[in-house]
C-alpha cells in the first residue's frame, strides 16, 4: 500500500508542476509576442534584446518538453501503469520516481538506451538547450574570467 500512496503523492506534485508550467509558459509566450512588437533602441538594445529572446525561446522549449513528459506520467496514472518501465515491463523504483516522477523507464533500460544512442533526446545533452546542438567549448575559468 506504500507504493500506491508515494504514487498519489507523485500525482500530486506533477499536477502541481503541470499547471505552474502552463502557467509559465503562458506568461513566456505573451511576453515574447509582446517583446516583439516593441521597436526601437540602437543596434545593441536590438542584439541584446535578440539574444534574450533566443534564450526565452530554449527555456520555453525545455519547460515545454517537461509538460509534456508530465502529461504522459499523469495518463499513465489514469491508465493504471504508471510506475512501470515501458521497455522490460518491471516497477520502476520509488526513489527513481522520487528523483524524476515522470520517468517511463527503470535506470538499467533507461542507461541500455542512452547507451546505444537512444533515450529522450535531451537526457544528457545538454549543449542543445545553450546553442541548438552546436559543440559548445566554454569552461569555468571562461566564465570567471568576465
Known amino acids: 500500500m506504500a507504493r500506491n500512496d508515494s504514487i498519489q ?7 502541481k508542476r503541470r499547471d505552474a508550467l502552463r502557467r509559465a509558459l503562458a506568461g513566456d509566450l505573451s511576453m515574447l509576442k509582446s517583446l516583439s512588437e516593441q521597436s526601437g533602441g540602437d543596434v545593441v538594445d536590438a542584439a541584446l534584446d535578440a539574444a534574450q529572446d533566443e ?3 530554449k527555456l520555453a522549449e525545455v519547460e515545454s518538453r517537461e509538460l509534456g513528459s508530465i ?10 501503469n504508471y510506475g512501470v518501465c515501458e ?4 516497477k520502476i523504483p520509488l526513489a527513481r520516481l522520487n528523483a524524476l516522477p515522470y520517468a517511463t523507464s527503470c535506470i538499467e533500460c533507461q542507461r541500455a538506451m542512452e547507451s546505444s544512442g537512444g533515450g529522450s533526446g535531451y537526457a544528457g545533452d545538454w549543449s542543445r538547450v545553450l546553442d541548438g546542438g552546436a559543440d559548445v567549448d566554454v569552461s569555468f575559468s571562461d566564465l570567471e574570467a568576465g
Do not use: N, P, T, Y
Open 71 to 80: 502529461e504522459v506520467a499523469l495518463e499513465r496514472m489514469r491508465a493504471g
Open 87 to 90: 521497455i522490460c515491463s518491471c
Open 9 to 15: 503523492k507523485m500525482r500530486e506534485v506533477l499536477v
Open 55 to 57: 534564450i526565452s525561446s
